[in-house]
Every structure is written in structure tokens, then in C-alpha cells.
């Protein structure tokens, strides 16, 4: 709870980039292995060249800084599948063709949006301090 409550602008927008993904990806889902072994296979090469071109290549970095790792790995399995998944199903940009499908992701974006501030609100009225998170959550 901490954690939502406190997301900072930049980290709360990847959490709705991730929503907005899963959202699609549920509606558009398709169990061929070609899709996602493409995916891993770009996520491996072009993960290890974004963590390569952000710092030192260490198994220290991986363990200090994990999070941060990881989503230099999972940004390109996520924008390869998503394209793969949506091609040629008249998308523009992130946005299906189909309004409901716009509105389900949006309306999934705006609940992690929500949940955060009402949480922030929550913790705030009921005295729990902010720096419980910004000293264990980074």
C-alpha cells in the first residue's frame, strides 16, 4: 500500500503503460509460440545493449539496482509482442480501432491512477509518514 501510495508522476505513468499493455494484450491475445520466442529473443539482445549503454554491465548493478534493470529487458518484449499482437488490426499508436477496447484500458488506467491518490489521501489522514516508502521502496 506504501508503494502505490507514493509513486512519484514518472513511475505511476510505466504502471499505466503496463496496464494499458496487459489490457490489449488480454483482448488481442494470441498463443502462438513464433510471437513470444521473437519477443524473448529482442528482449534478450536489445535489453543487454539498453544495459549496457546506461552503466556498468555488473552483476552489483543487477542486485543494487534491479527494478531498474529489469525494465531495460522487459520494455522490448513488451513493445515487440504488443506490435506483434496488433499488427495489422488497424491500430494508431496505442489506440485500437474498437472504442471499447479504448475505454477498457483507459478506464484500467485511471483505477491505478485513482487507487494511488486515494491511498496517498488514506495514509496521509491516518498520520503514516511518506518516508516509510522513500527509504525502503527505491
Not at 485511471?110 to 503514516?128: F, P, T
Amino acid at each position: 500500500m506504501h508503494y502505490l501510495a507514493n509513486l512519484p508522476a514518472s513511475t505511476l505513468a510505466l504502471w499505466c503503460y503496463l496496464t494499458w499493455y496487459l489490457c490489449i494484450v488480454t483482448i488481442y491475445f494470441n498463443p502462438d509460440p513464433d510471437i513470444w520466442l521473437n519477443s524473448l529473443g529482442l528482449c534478450i539482445v536489445v535489453g543487454y545493449a539498453l544495459f549496457l549503454s546506461t552503466g556498468p554491465g555488473s552483476w552489483l548493478r543487477v542486485k543494487q539496482r534491479f527494478w531498474e534493470s529489469l525494465r531495460l529487458f522487459l520494455c522490448p518484449f513488451l513493445v515487440s509482442s504488443f506490435t506483434s499482437l496488433v499488427k495489422g488490426k488497424g491500430f494508431v499508436l496505442l489506440f485500437s480501432p474498437v472504442l471499447s477496447d479504448n475505454l477498457i484500458a483507459t478506464s484500467a488506467c485511471m483505477a491505478v491512477i485513482i487507487s494511488s491518490k486515494v491511498l496517498a489521501i488514506v495514509l496521509q489522514k491516518n498520520g503514516i509518514s511518506k518516508s516509510y516508502t522513500s527509504l525502503n521502496m527505491k
